[in-house]
Each structure stands twice: as structure tokens, then as C-alpha cells.
């Protein structure tokens, strides 16, 4: 079991990335160990198949295309070229001396052994499928600063200065036989596929240790520039370089990297920068919408990270934060702003869905009514004792059906009024429950009853047969209710 300590020892193994990029300084352990040196492969998958299967006195092309899936004469052309280099027979039924020896050596690397250094992840303590030959290191420019700075290249002046990464593991897990083996076949294969073209590689899932050995029993401490850059291309909000170089993306370390930015704010302030909305009138819609997902993703990691506990809600929420973007923009139509106003509806049934089921009535406690009784009704939400539950609340929710109610209380699916009303049964006889908590001024409800009311007019049609006037839907309306839906929302957020 080792620890990470701080020892002011920095590595980095590749340059800068030409697009706007951010550094991580990374704490990691380095083993010293011994082991083969991976080299590009003579075989690629398929000609490793066929020369295996002939190996092992399977001749018939028919029979290697039932094996393999491949097209006879994708088969017959590799049986062509193994006689013409040597490693077939004339008749194809055998390898030859030279066969055999490129076969072999395909699959046994240990002849050629190199001592290096195995890299261990101090955060999430894995062992990261990279090996080299000798340490890279680099001097800050002060070695005395608290969060080092270094220079890009001497002759332009230019420094960055990475984030310090912590580690808060105590002990990380020792190396052994199976890590390096792990470790090994992973870098292995993330070798030979940087070598060939449309990933013709081929790795085996075991791996000969004669030559894989530890040299040290104790590994020493430091960290590595890691650089991160906007995903551009992919649906993520950033994207992980790999700190060797080896390959474009450090996969590896796309779940650490994700599990500290959960945990870790001022990580996340760190690396907005990289995530820019361009110009709208610059982009397709997709593009600028997958764009606009992307902002709407940073800022729950940034804003509000604790939506993230409650996956139903942090949907819904993540809805109206996009709508306000887009509304805010301008390039919203009439249909866009009815939509908004809905999700914003929805926002707050999954809200009261969720408290009734984290706070679930008595529903014996509730008294039946089989008619509708307003008397009854309104005497009930007045003994709760809910501080936003006004007089103004009460005589609105009095008119919901109490069967209605008690439905909701067993199966949360009914109107956002009904919601409401069984939520607050859940607070009978119950003073910490978050309705007893929160005062009329956290919640206003009554611009909560306002927005179903809204909510109800732009699902039906408006016309001059109407006798009920119907309130115009523009956009600061929705951008007020939107504002509402997300404040009513945070109120909720300690008990998340």
C-alpha cells in the first residue's frame, strides 16, 4: 500500500494542443519495471487468422470462411500473398519454417526487454495502460510557488499554469502480477492499433510475464500535465488527451475525470472557458443546439450540482435552463414558448412526485368523500400547518376531488394541483417535513397555481367562442414562469 505525497517532481510527455486546451497537473505514482517492448506487427488480424488456422491443419477455404466470417476471396488473396513471402507452402496446407518464426514471434515479445516506468493513478488508484522508456520531467518557474507555472516554449514567452489535482486516497492498491499484466495488454493493443490503418490489430487476452517484472518495491510520486480540450466533435463536454501522445484520447481517464469534476467546483470553473457557445448565426440548428446542451450540462455542473442526485428532475430542469438560452436568443417561435411553459409545468410535478414519494401520506388518515365537499376539503390543508399553504392556496386546492387526491397519494401522476394537495398530506404529522420547513415566501404557491392555470390554457384551443379570457403567452411570461419553475425547484435542494 503506498500514498501520494507531494514531492514538486513534474512530467510531461507531450506538447500543447493547437486547439484552446487546459492542463492538469495529475498526481500519479511511477513504478520502475521491466517489460517487452510492443513493435508494430508484420500480421494484421486477418492474416493472423488465416496462418493460425492453417497452423492448426484447418486447410479448406470453405471451412477458415465458415471460422472466420471473412469473404473467400479475401481469403484466398491473403493465402496468395502468404505463399509469395514465404510463410506458406506451395499447396497452401502448411506454414513454412519462416511461417512458423513469424507467427511465433507475433505472439511472444519477450525477447526484446526494456526497462521503464509504469504510471499509477493517484486519484482513482488504477494503473494507467501506459509504459515508457524514461521520465520526462519539466522545472516550473518558480519552484517555490504554490501552484507551479511553466513555460510552453522559451523563445515565445508564453507559460501556462496547470490545476493541482488532488488525491485524497490514503492508501492506493499495490502492484502485482495481475495489474501489470493488465496495464501491459492494454498499452499493447493501444500501441499496435496507433500503428495500423482501420484498426487491423490484434491483441491477445493473455499476456506471457516471463519478462514483466517489478524492479522497485517502492514507487515514487509526481505529476504529469495531462491536457484537456473542448469535445468539438463528440456529445461530451471536454475531451481527455492522452498525456503520451500515443493516441488522440486518454480513455482511461474519462471517468476520473468526470468523477472530480462531480466533486470538485473550482474544477469546474477551471475548464469552462473551454466550453464557448460561438455564434449562432455561425451554425447549422443541430450544430447549435447540440452546442447549446453542452452549456446547459456545464452550467448544472457548475450552478447546480445537486440536480445531479435526482435524475428526474435535473431532466426537467436541464429543459428549462435550455429554453431560457434559446428563448433569450430570439430564434424561438410561438410553438417553442407553449412548449417551454409545459416543461416548466412538468419541472414541478416531478418536484411534487418526488416528495410524495419521499415523504408518502397516511392515506388512512384521510377522511372519504364521495362527493366533492370544498368545506371538508379546505378544513384538511388547514390543519396541516404548511406556512405557504395561504388562504389565497387553500380555497384553490379545496376544489380538487379527495379521490383524486388519495390517487395521487398512492400513484403521483394527476394534475399539478392534485400533486400539490397530496404532497402536503405527506407533511401531516410531520414537522421536518420540507413544506413544514419552507415559509410562503421561499414557495409562493400561488404563482405555481397561476402556472398550471397557464399551463391548462395553451393545451387547449383559443378562440373568440371562449367566455374565459385567455392571457397572452409572450416571452417574458414564459422567462417569469421559467425563473419561478427553477427557484421553486432550489428550494428543495438540502433535502436532495
Given amino acids: 500500500m503506498a500514498a501520494f505525497v507531494e514531492t514538486g517532481s513534474y512530467l510531461k510527455f507531450s506538447d500543447r494542443p493547437r486547439s484552446k486546451s487546459k492542463a492538469i497537473l495529475w498526481p500519479v505514482l511511477v513504478h520502475r519495471v521491466l517489460y517487452p517492448e510492443p513493435r508494430q506487427p508484420e500480421l494484421n488480424l486477418f492474416q493472423r487468422a488465416v496462418l493460425g488456422l492453417i497452423r492448426a491443419k484447418c486447410t479448406r477455404q470453405d471451412d477458415i470462411a465458415a471460422l472466420t466470417g471473412l469473404h473467400p476471396e479475401l481469403i484466398a488473396l491473403i493465402i496468395a500473398q502468404g505463399i509469395s513471402h514465404g510463410w506458406l507452402t506451395t499447396g497452401a496446407d502448411a506454414l513454412t519454417d519462416e511461417g512458423h518464426k513469424l507467427l511465433d514471434a507475433e505472439e511472444d515479445e519477450s525477447s526484446n526487454l526494456k526497462a521503464g516506468f509504469l504510471i499509477q493513478d493517484a486519484i482513482s488508484g488504477d494503473f494507467w495502460p501506459r509504459m515508457v522508456t524514461r521520465l520526462e520531467q519539466i522545472e516550473p518557474l518558480d519552484p517555490q510557488a504554490r501552484f507551479p507555472e511553466f513555460s510552453v516554449e522559451r523563445r515565445t514567452g508564453h507559460t501556462f499554469r496547470p490545476y493541482l489535482a488532488r488525491s485524497k486516497k490514503q492508501n492506493l492498491p499495490a502492484l ?120 446547459t450540462e456545464l452550467d448544472i455542473l457548475i450552478e447546480y450540482p445537486w440536480v445531479e442526485a435526482q435524475p428526474d428532475i435535473k431532466r426537467y430542469f436541464a429543459r428549462i435552463l435550455k429554453w431560457r438560452r434559446r428563448i433569450e436568443s430570439g430564434l424561438t417561435w410561438d410553438s417553442d414558448l407553449e412548449a417551454a411553459l409545459g416543461d416548466c409545468q412538468k419541472l414541478l410535478e416531478v418536484v411534487m412526485q418526488w416528495l410524495i414519494k419521499t415523504y408518502p401520506a397516511n392515506v388512512g388518515q384521510i377522511p372519504s368523500a364521495k ?40 400513484n403521483p401522476s394527476s394534475s399539478l394541483k392534485a400533486l400539490l394537495f397530496a404532497a402536503g398530506m405527506g407533511a401531516l404529522n410531520d414537522d421536518q417535513h420540507p413544506l413544514k420547513v419552507l415559509q410562503d415566501s421561499d ?23 371562449n367566455k374565459r379570457r385567455s392571457k397572452e403567452i409572450t416571452q417574458d411570461l414564459v422567462i417569469e414562469q421559467m425563473t419561478y419553475a427553477k427557484n421553486f425547484t432550489e428550494c428543495f435542494k438540502d433535502w436532495m
Fill in 176 to 295: 502485482d502480477n495481475e495489474g501489470l499484466a493488465r496495464a501491459y495488454r492494454d498499452y499493447r493493443k493501444d500501441f499496435r492499433a496507433s500503428q495500423q490503418m482501420d484498426g487491423l490489430h490484434s491483441s491477445s487476452d493473455s499476456v506471457r510475464l516471463q519478462g514483466i517484472q517489478r524492479l522497485d518495491d517502492s514507487p515514487e510520486a509526481a505529476r504529469i500535465v495531462v491536457w484537456i480540450t473542448g469535445d468539438d466533435e463528440g456529445d461530451e463536454l471536454w475531451s481527455v488527451r492522452d498525456p503520451f501522445g500515443l493516441r488522440e484520447g486518454a480513455w482511461w481517464l474519462e471517468e476520473p475525470v468526470r468523477q472530480l469534476l462531480d466533486s470538485d467546483t473550482k474544477l469546474r470553473n477551471f475548464l469552462a472557458p473551454l466550453i464557448g457557445i460561438p455564434d449562432a448565426g455561425a451554425l447549422t440548428n443541430e450544430e447549435w443546439l447540440r452546442e447549446l446542451q453542452k452549456r
Fill in 371 to 410: 362527493k366533492s365537499n370544498w368545506s371538508l376539503n379546505e378544513g384538511l390543508l388547514g390543519a396541516l400547518g404548511i406556512p405557504s399553504f395561504t388562504e389565497d392556496v387553500i380555497r384553490i386546492l379545496a376544489r380538487q376531488r379527495l379521490d383524486d387526491v388519495i390517487k395521487s397519494c398512492r
Fill in 443 to 465: 414557495l409562493q404557491l400561488m404563482q405555481l397555481l397561476d402556472l398550471a392555470d397557464l399551463r391548462n390554457q395553451s393545451s387547449h384551443g383559443q378562440s373568440r367562442f
